[in-house]
């Protein structure tokens, strides 16, 4: 499996300031010293080209040109630099990149991603461009050029369980059915303005294992009645996590590892591709955050290896043994 990472790519910060950045250089190490049979790749920058499937271009012009307000600017809680458009463009990058890995292999992850607080036209909650849907719409794209899809768009579906709502992302795809929201998030935090997804579950603060992992189990069941994607985006936020100084939820580490194979079992029974993103975490342990987001990239390694094992069993028994 490829996993993608844009942590070279450093967005300078003030003094003090709450995002972890580090916390991008210290997954990648872990990948690297632990998860042998995991590739690790830099991504191409997002095009102009590509922001526009999910953007106003005059919008991707200001931020590359730096003529974002003062008040944008504190929207998104960076402020400008030429190294922060480089780095929002591989993060997108890294997420396209990922899908089309995923298509070949089955699986891939980028390191970083899940900015789904970006709407058509602004950004908001350190995200500054929305990596989902322009991969989602990338792959669609990919998807008619090869005659994939026979002309009509494949449906990719999002299933972003970070603990913030994926407000930007149901925004942009709002009325387009070919790519199908759900967000299950805490109630009482960040965006407090929710928009409205294909399916969302509000959570009430410090929600559990037990009652969290009730309501995917029926979101999921849910999902499987309304929809049959080619692909799934997997926001795998670790902020749901009780160690999470922002989150207001209460998973444990035991709870974080079922809610994914929740979602890859799910995906497995449909022999679907998977991209996961890593999303929030924002823990004062960032080795404890790290070695939980490790635990992702290992779970998505191992359903990588297995579903392309199971389609080349099937393709080897369709041709009657023969590669």
């Not at 990922?98 to 950004?123: D, E, F, I, P, Y």
């Not at 969302?200 to 999921?220: R, V």
């Not at 975490?281 to 939980?292: A, I, M, R, S, V």
Request: net charge negative.
């Amino acid at each position: 499996m490829q996993a993608f990472y844009t942590d070279e790519f450093v967005l300078p910060l003030p003094q003090g300031h709450r995002f972890p950045m580090q916390k991008y250089r210290m997954l990648r190490d872990k990948v690297a010293q632990r998860l042998p049979e995991v590739d690790l790749a830099v991504p191409p920058p997002a095009t102009d080209g590509q922001l526009a499937l999910a953007h106003c271009p005059k919008y991707v012009a200001r931020v590359v040109d730096g003529l974002l307000s003062a008040d944008e600017q504190k929207a998104i809680g960076f402020p400008w630099s030429v190294a922060m458009v480089e780095r929002s463009r591989r993060s997108v990058g890294a997420t396209i990149a990922a899908v089309r890995s995923a298509m070949q292999h089955g699986a891939s992850v980028n390191l970083a991603g899940g900015t789904h607080h970006a709407m058509h036209n602004s950004g908001a909650g350190f995200c500054v461009f929305n990596d989902l849907v322009v991969a989602a719409r990338v792959f669609q794209t990919d998807s008619l050029a090869a005659g994939r899809g026979r002309q009509r768009l494949p449906q990719v579906l999002v299933i972003d369980l970070d603990v913030h709502q994926g407000d930007g992302t149901a925004a942009i795809a709002s009325g387009d059915p070919s790519i199908f929201t759900f967000s299950m998030h805490g109630e009482q935090n960040f965006p407090f303005t929710k928009m409205t997804s294909d399916l969302d579950i509000a959570l009430p603060s410090q929600t559990g294992d037990e009652d969290y992992l009730k309501a995917l189990e029926k979101a999921l069941a849910s999902i499987a009645q309304q929809v049959q994607p080619q692909l799934v985006l997997y926001v795998a936020g670790l902020d749901v996590h009780q160690g999470d100084r922002l989150g207001r939820l209460n998973l444990s580490d035991e709870g974080i590892q079922v809610r994914d194979n929740m979602v890859l079992s799910w995906s497995a029974k449909r022999s679907l591709p998977v991209v996961a993103v890593m999303a929030g975490g924002y823990f004062q342990d960032l080795e404890h955050l790290t070695d939980l987001q490790l635990g992702v990239v290992a779970r998505m390694a191992e359903y990588g290896a297995g579903l392309h094992a199971s389609i080349i069993h099937q393709n080897s028994q369709l041709t009657g043994g023969n590669p």
